[in-house]
């Protein structure tokens, strides 16, 4: 297997007498899927944030590309989150810029690289607007008048335009309707297969880590308590709590 893109070994956080993060460890290989998944309260959208570089662990190292995340300055972390990673929220709100056009939220991450011409800058967003399922026609549209699934097909395409190496996805269907879910999960495999992206996705959807993911792990009280290819732990779960959140999704 090619040498990991991230590492993380030994992370520890606690918020008072509560172990967020409990010894994780955690590899992600170039253009591989992995989801952590688990109930509210497991740790995995602190692990995220932590992997992130926002926040901070109590203990514990991470590496991206064999450089010490941990002790980048926080301008170097900052232009590694607008260059080679991008982070999707589960809130586009949290993701965009409100007071911008659809296309100029596009173009502010092409311009973050040093894209300059602002015809190209038009076109590649108009391109990304096609790509995501947005009519072009609505670039100069502020998100403010886009539905939630458009919201979040356009943070997608804001994150995405720069073809970052590493994508970290926080429940980016959390708060959709069924069916825009299913469309949006379509969109974002489709789009990581076609870039092939790593991307680490927190999701407490069983069946989108199953749709999206090569390998899974599965959180519980701040520990991964199994982890392994998405259909084996799926399929044929080993801890106790796997088999308890996969038989909750059968039963449903």
Same mark, same amino acid.
């Given at each position: 297997?090619?040498?990991?893109?991230?590492?993380?070994?030994?992370?520890?956080?606690?918020?008072?007498?509560? $172990?967020?993060?409990?010894?994780?460890?955690? /590899? =992600?290989?170039? !253009?591989?899927?992995?989801? =952590?998944?688990?109930?509210?309260?497991?740790?995995?959208?602190?692990?995220?944030?932590?992997?992130?570089? %926002?926040? &901070?662990?109590?203990?514990? $190292?991470?590496?991206? +590309? !064999?450089?010490?995340?941990?002790? #980048?300055?926080?301008? $170097? +972390?900052?232009?590694?989150?607008?260059?080679?990673?991008?982070?999707?929220?589960?809130?586009?709100?949290?993701?965009?810029?409100?007071?911008?056009?659809?296309?100029?939220?596009?173009?502010? &991450?092409?311009?973050?690289?040093?894209?300059?011409?602002? *015809?190209?800058?038009?076109?590649?967003?108009?391109?990304?607007?096609?790509?995501?399922?947005?009519?072009? $026609?609505? #670039? @100069? /549209?502020?998100? !403010?008048?886009?539905?939630?699934? #458009?919201?979040? +097909? %356009?943070?997608?395409?804001?994150?995405?335009?720069?073809?970052?190496?590493?994508?970290? #996805?926080?429940?980016?269907? *959390?708060?959709? /309707?069924?069916?825009?879910?299913?469309?949006?999960? @379509?969109? =974002?495999?489709?789009?990581?297969?076609?870039?092939?992206?790593?991307?680490?996705?927190?999701?407490?959807?069983?069946?989108?880590?199953?749709?999206?993911?090569? &390998?899974?792990?599965?959180? +519980?009280?701040?520990?991964?308590?199994?982890?392994?290819?998405?259909?084996?732990? %799926?399929?044929?779960?080993?801890?106790?709590?796997?088999?308890?959140?996969?038989?909750?999704?059968?039963?449903?």
């Amino acid at each position: 297997m090619s040498t990991p893109l991230m590492e993380a070994r030994g992370l520890q956080l606690r918020f008072g007498r509560v $172990a967020a993060l409990d010894d994780v460890a955690i /590899d =992600i290989h170039p !253009g591989e899927v992995v989801a =952590i998944v688990g109930e509210s309260g497991s740790g995995k959208t602190t692990l995220l944030r932590v992997l992130s570089g %926002l926040m &901070r662990p109590d203990a514990g $190292a991470v590496t991206y +590309r !064999g450089e010490d995340v941990l002790a #980048m300055p926080e301008a $170097a +972390r900052r232009r590694l989150m607008r260059t080679e990673w991008g982070f999707v929220h589960q809130n586009p709100r949290d993701g965009l810029r409100l007071g911008v056009t659809a296309g100029g939220n596009i173009g502010e &991450r092409l311009m973050a690289v040093g894209a300059r011409h602002y *015809g190209n800058i038009r076109a590649e967003a108009t391109e990304w607007l096609k790509r995501v399922e947005i009519d072009p $026609a609505r #670039m @100069d /549209d502020i998100p !403010g008048k886009f539905s939630g699934g #458009m919201q979040q +097909r %356009l943070q997608i395409a804001r994150v995405l335009v720069t073809r970052p190496k590493l994508v970290f #996805m926080d429940e980016p269907t *959390g708060g959709l /309707d069924v069916s825009v879910q299913a469309r949006l999960l @379509d969109l =974002i495999r489709a789009l990581v297969a076609d870039l092939g992206l790593a991307v680490l996705i927190v999701t407490h959807d069983i069946a989108a880590a199953r749709l999206l993911a090569h &390998r899974i792990l599965v959180m +519980r009280q701040g520990q991964v308590v199994e982890e392994g290819l998405t259909d084996r732990v %799926l399929d044929d779960p080993q801890h106790a709590y796997t088999q308890l959140l996969v038989s909750s999704v059968l039963a449903a």
